[in-house]
């Protein structure tokens, strides 16, 4: 099958086609670009040199040639190839924040700022979190054409740290859920601008968006969408630290019970909860979650902690931002789609550095 | 008046040294070392060379030349100089957590599994952290001798952080402060180890001693002592970042009532609580403090937010862990302590990289 | 084939673990460690978890049950494991700098210090660059037993660039070749010390050990072997820079002749000598090389530029250390031995960050 | 006296403001910039807040205020700024290229693409290395106006580790000397770049503009002015390394005679050479020079190393480029002009980390 990826040299996009290049069951990539279009590739990324030999061409003739199409665009402008897809009656699976919130299109306008212009196509997206929605993944594509929305890449990693909580009822109701998230400068993307200057980030640490950033009301549909309860409150604080790729999340869940003597089974319940996960590894209890342990990885590495009164659940994850949150998702959304083997492409072991 | 350092090789040391030598009020410095007695200073700090031309001496020798001494040494065997120097009759400014919790024995013990050598020199020892005890440092020296714990690098942003909210009222009962702090790497001091060996921090980020840092009770008890109501619980998280210097903490304190409408005045409740301090600034709303905007100074930046339900008081402070986080808070410590100009030394603009 | 691997827990050994562990031809690893044995690979490891699942065991067992055995040891010790692999009829591939002299033990005492203990091992041993020795590598293989001495970072780096200059007869006559090259802190290896403690050398960039490594009698002696003229003269300067991986070679080889008007033939002569290599890319005229360009891969990439007389040949090389420097470069060797497809394990495409 | 900085926000500006804010002899700023005129400096800058509180205004409000000025513009820009004040009769200190040349106009315009505007003014100019023009500078000064072309920052770490050499007439008749360069990210300036972004320089090197950057010729005129011999021929090469700040500087210098036994002759003459300098440390023989070791300060370290046939010098010197490189040099030229003592205002001790 041929894969292809509209907006190919962003990060995300070309993160997507280094692993789309790897993929045992893709056998050609078509790649577009906007602002490289009639350049190669490995012109742009010539870190891929002799590797991914391929023009960049309009994306009408990515979808026209492509069996999946995967979209790494700006958010607001992927709709017109999703119902193009949609006809031609192939996956689309978006890596913009387009599909991410289905039929929600009020939170969607009030965060993106944009109207959908064709909202039937996204009563039938599916959010591509696999750990949430695998079954409704798999039925969309038996269906023939799908849409997912991947994922943000804070939404993933806070998601699948806070999930079991929710799922086994160990927030303490009307809990405020803290979530104090780091991340690599990658996240910025590839255009340059003042935050993203190497004087400016380097070798120093702050926040940013405090509890006003896009991926808040994200993060709360997740939770809302993993418990039968009221959903918990949450605040988010992003970050950005001085590294290529990774995201680390502290999340605080006050718990309904103190876990004195219990955390060995809350440990147990976590693990017991993603044992079938093929990408995500609870750490045993002492371990600390790192994001130079999941660099270059599709992993997302789970630690659980206690603060000393045991009352509050402390969740330390930690994920590639490029590739759990990012093209990483996105492929093992296609592996899910298509009925491939789900590690197919993404058998990377991580590099400690 | 010349300045004593006894452990002045280590990095706190050694930023003290770097800080004496343009001290106006400082005419020469005595130094000591263990690990290096012989040697000289420049060759241990090749940096420095020619302008700090000093010899390690014991620790004896610097007692009996300095009119006043600094100790950055581990913890717990600091006392038999502390007493040296109160018999003799000057100050004495320890680095080290020994002095930090005054008569409380039992949270030393605790904490730091040593007992006092000499329990009446506790008695008069003072918390160097002027914003809260600047006249505590003053009568004692009046007094004549002093000595003083100067505080860890983690309870100093934490501490300057809460006080205003703490000392106004704003938190809400019971409430439980999360402090969520990540630090350069500097703050693991001079001795190689693997976990501050370049390839195993570089380029990643991971929380530490979750809930379980010594800086806890230090913190703890500074927020007990600023407020007249029950002392707030806190949840205190540091991390690792890769970076030299800086300490950043997000700080979660639940306000009594919402601040919608009051964020102007809690933000001017900040900005009076500390208008005459020579090394805080309070950001402008809106402002966020970052790392870079406090390198190889003595401020502290504090900016202040509110969660999207502005229910709960965000606090954000920056500090140089070097400076004020040690060396340069002993600076001012010495400076209160001798009527010297509270800025003296200690002038150093920020660099943003 | 089962492979082993002696010494793993290190930095070479733990990437060679991670690349054999995704080879399409080993379906099994043994692994020793003495700093570790009894443990688990991934408690050592713990971006490997859920990945390597092997016991650290004794060498002797590693020997006794792989088919092929690599060691990723301290110069000086691996020379009963060579003898006990050819004993056994088996490759041993060897990391260290213990066979990459061949009968030449005066050249290794010097430099290392230590003597030959089985002098007839090293007459049958083949240095493994394979782009020199390929088939030297071959035809040892085809006699059975084989072992290699995998060459050393700095010298792969350098004799790749410098090798075409040579076979051709570009450099002048009794030429002085200087040889500049930066390295990524991995190289130090994984043991903490004050050089690379991370406030010591982050931030920061100084040579060391000038024209005075170890590596510059290996440099000296590949170069001797690649052209049929006097050997040049090199002077070697290594620079650590802090970045976690990679080696960038600059390189100033005078010419025979000036290049005026010869620059697109030079390239092309350069294009052409690695034109069947399956590792070496000569980029096109006008780009330069950079070590984010070969991260994670096994590449080493080659730029070719001339000083503004055209008199000199300068010659930029970037690999990154641990790959083609160290562990892909072994597993080349090791796809040669074999049989194998040379890119066997190999195809990670380079990360830009 | 009142100093005026015309282009304060760019990076060395901003340097300059910071160095010249705690200068004894100055007692005022008037600063301006184009990009930010009518807003305050510390609003662009925030790591000055409370210290630098000077609105922007315009570069002909700073010439009327001040009692001295300095530039700190593009290249080319700054003539009209320099014929005011010679006009107005007070100093004139240019960061830019624009006066580095004299009246060689031909070579500013064949590496700077422009014209002098204004000839005269530049036959009147001193480049202000003090090191070479101490003496000029200061008979320049005498006579009323001044107009300063401040070095480049590779020139000044190159010229100051090669000057003793050809003093002294170490180097071969005819030699090449090579000169391979490390600099750090901000010597990229303020604005955001592809290059400069931090994913795509972060934990990489790489080599630019390889014998062609602009400051070749600076280099080169430079040597020509230290020898009554034929100027030597250079190569010299830049890299980027990922450090916000310094320079460090490998040089080869072929000996006319080896220096077998002489190396501590030719140390000898390096010191002598410096001994009376206030901003060069020659370090003992053995030690290595670092850009850590001179971070944050004045000082330009100079160590020297022979190869191992000892037939060529090797020089290795470190900077901080914002400081000895660009800011830290011009406010010693205002020094030397002014008669102030020429480190007033650059005591700042070097930061290790």
Known sequence: MKAGVIGATGYAGAELVRILAGHPEIDGLILSSVSFEGEHFEDVYPN????????????????????????????????????ACVEKGIPFIDLSADFRFGDDEITFNAWYGKSYQYPELHKNAVYGLPELNRNRIRELAAGGAAIIGNPGCYPTGASLGVFPAL???????????????????????????????????????????????????????????????????????PHLAPMNRGILSTMYIPLAAPARDHAATIHALYTDFYHAEPFVRVLPLGAIAATNRVRQSNYCDI????????????????????????????????NIICGFNERAGLEMIPALF
Chains 1, 2, 3, 4 share one sequence.
């Open 48 to 83: 891929m040199l002799e590797r991914i030999c391929a023009p960049l061409v309009k994306a009408e003739e990515v979808i026209s040639a492509a069996g999946i199409v995967f979209a790494a665009l700006p958010h607001g402008v992927g709709e017109p190839y999703a119902k």
């Open 167 to 237: 799922a086994k009822g160990l927030a303490a109701a009307s809990a405020t859920i803290i979530i104090d998230s780091v991340s690599g400068i990658s996240g910025g993307g590839r255009e340059p601008s003042r935050s993203f200057h190497y004087p400016e980030c380097a070798d120093s640490v702050t926040p940013y968006k405090i509890d006003s950033h896009r991926h808040r009301p994200e993060i709360m549909r997740n939770f809302a969408a993993m418990t039968a309860a009221a959903a918990p409150e949450i605040i988010f604080t």
């Open 303 to 334: 630690s659980i902690h206690f603060d000393h009164r045991e009352s509050t659940l402390i969740v330390v994850t930690a994920i590639d931002n490029m590739v759990k949150g990012a093209a990483g998702q996105a492929v093992q959304n296609m």
